[in-house]
């Protein structure tokens, strides 16, 4: 994901009679004194805007509503707002792989969020964001592409300090994700965001973080504004241990419950309870970084049995001394199917809340039943262009069961069909940060498809995706 960069301002001053040194020396002392603008952050509650108290900060306009003091003693206590708007331009001549009647489309999808963070010193906030999701021009409207206004977050946080650690609370409906977000993720992917109507703690000491949830996982309805909901028909909730082994080195062990009634598989329905186990971890060091995640899932869905698996890995080795910083990398992933769909256990994997974009942003294919690996290049141009080119192949883990799109829809009529091979694609994608506030992205991918798509009916997909993004 990118991170929008803000730059630092300095403010230089010299007296006009000081000599050339004491000058340089008063500007370079002055420059480094001057604060910092905060960056718009992938979490906007995250930002903290009582740097523009300080009268030497660098100012933009509407800074009157970015900070809006509270109180005359604490300039920890005031009010903020700000926006999103993302809009992207997506071309698919193959959704579902043409499978099932569907038809090429071109379409926008739009979302506009709005905030109001209020910070009652540096214990208390109270966060509020509204969002308004449109998708013209697209036929086949899915609950993760239109929610035309509804409240997206609104959640108390407290921070205190405790025994020597801080201790984070988070009430009320907000976004949650872990990681790279392959599992739990906000869906920034998609259009309509995931929220959670749920309750949050963390607590960190020294190397150590500890995070315990219980969440409704919200759900988008879109029948008229304010009518999103969550309910104990869906929940999802658990505890995970963290530590920090190094400067750059983490791992971290999650244990999950995630339960929904009326679920439906292809050789299973009822109601559903998986015990989750997820080891994860992350670092980086003379150049190699590396992300591993194993996820086993237990539990029963009606009367059958459920034991399934994932694996997700991205690698690389990056040349800093090279010219336009090459990065080399490798992503291998796995997801367990349903080996035998007439006995009394399912083994395909639920990939829960995943974020849409991990294997690409055309959704040609899920986190299920599949294993995927793929190459790529990355090339940094400048200092605000990425460049990545990517080619993967792709397998069905078992071929008793189906092929799957994004998130975990099966593809009719490929579950049971001989061909393990599921097919090939290429990638491009670009990343440029425009400026502080405006980003832009290109991605498009081309899939081949393997004989069991064919035989089912589809055929080879092409996607483009442009995109743009401001933040204020």
Avoid at 127 to 151: C, E, G, I, Y
Avoid at 190 to 214: C, H, I, K, M
Avoid at 339 to 363: A, I
Avoid at 392 to 417: K, M, N, S
Wanted: hydrophobic fraction near 40%; proline fraction near 5%.
């Amino acid at each position: 994901m990118t991170r929008w960069r803000t730059i630092a301002i300095g403010l230089i001053g010299a007296g006009a009679l000081a000599s050339p040194a004491s000058a340089a020396d008063s500007a370079a002392a002055i420059d480094s004194a001057a604060p910092t603008r905060p960056t718009i952050e992938f979490n906007r509650w995250q930002e903290d805007w009582s740097v523009l108290a300080n009268p030497a900060a660098p100012r933009e306009p509407f800074d009157d509503l970015k900070y809006i003091p509270l109180s005359a003693t604490d300039p920890q206590t005031y009010l903020s707002f700000g926006a999103d708007l993302r809009e992207r331009f997506e071309g698919n001549d193959a959704p579902n792989f043409g499978v099932g009647g569907a038809h090429p489309e071109d379409y926008v999808i739009s979302r506009l969020e709005a905030h109001a963070d209020l910070h009652l010193g540096s214990h208390v906030q109270v966060f509020t964001q509204l969002q308004s999701d449109f998708a013209p021009w697209k036929t086949k409207l899915t609950p993760v592409d239109q929610d035309r206004l509804d409240l997206e977050q609104a959640f108390v946080a407290i921070t205190e300090s405790v025994g020597g650690g801080t201790l984070k609370v988070r009430l009320g409906r907000q976004q949650i994700a872990f990681d790279l977000q392959r599992f739990i993720s906000v869906r920034d992917g998609p259009n309509v965001r995931q929220s959670y109507d749920a309750a949050w703690a963390d607590y960190e000491r020294g190397p150590w973080r500890l995070t315990s949830f219980y969440s409704l996982p919200v759900q988008n309805r879109d029948l008229r504004a304010f009518d999103d909901y969550s309910s104990r028909h869906l929940t999802y909730g658990g505890a995970r241990i963290e530590r920090k082994l190094s400067r750059t080195a983490h791992i971290a062990v999650t244990y999950s419950v995630f339960t929904q009634d009326h679920s439906r598989f292809l050789s299973a329905s009822g109601n559903e309870r998986r015990d989750v186990v997820d080891v994860h971890t992350w670092g980086a060091d003379a150049g190699v970084d590396w992300d591993l995640e194993a996820m086993n899932q237990t539990g029963h869905i009606g009367p059958k049995h459920i034991e399934a698996w994932a694996f997700g890995s991205l690698a690389g080795y990056t040349l800093s001394g090279v010219r336009w910083t090459p990065r080399l990398g490798l992503q291998v992933d796995a997801a367990s199917g349903d080996r035998n769909p007439h006995d009394h256990l399912l083994g395909t994997f639920n990939p829960l809340f995943p974020n849409g974009y991990y294997v690409t942003l055309s959704g040609y294919t899920g986190f299920v039943n599949f294993v995927h690996v793929k190459p790529s290049l990355t090339l940094h141009p400048t200092k605000t262009l990425k460049l990545m080119l990517a080619a993967a192949a792709q397998w069905r883990e078992t071929t008793a069961d189906a092929v799957y799109t994004q998130p975990d829809i099966p593809i009719a009529g490929t579950a049971g069909r001989p061909g393990a091979y599921t097919g090939t694609y290429g990638q491009f994608r670009a990343d440029w940060q425009v400026s502080e506030h405006v980003a832009a992205a290109v991605e498009a991918v081309h899939f081949e498809v393997g004989d069991a798509i064919r035989a089912a009916g589809g055929h080879n997909g092409d996607y483009l995706g442009v995109e743009l993004k401001f933040g204020w």
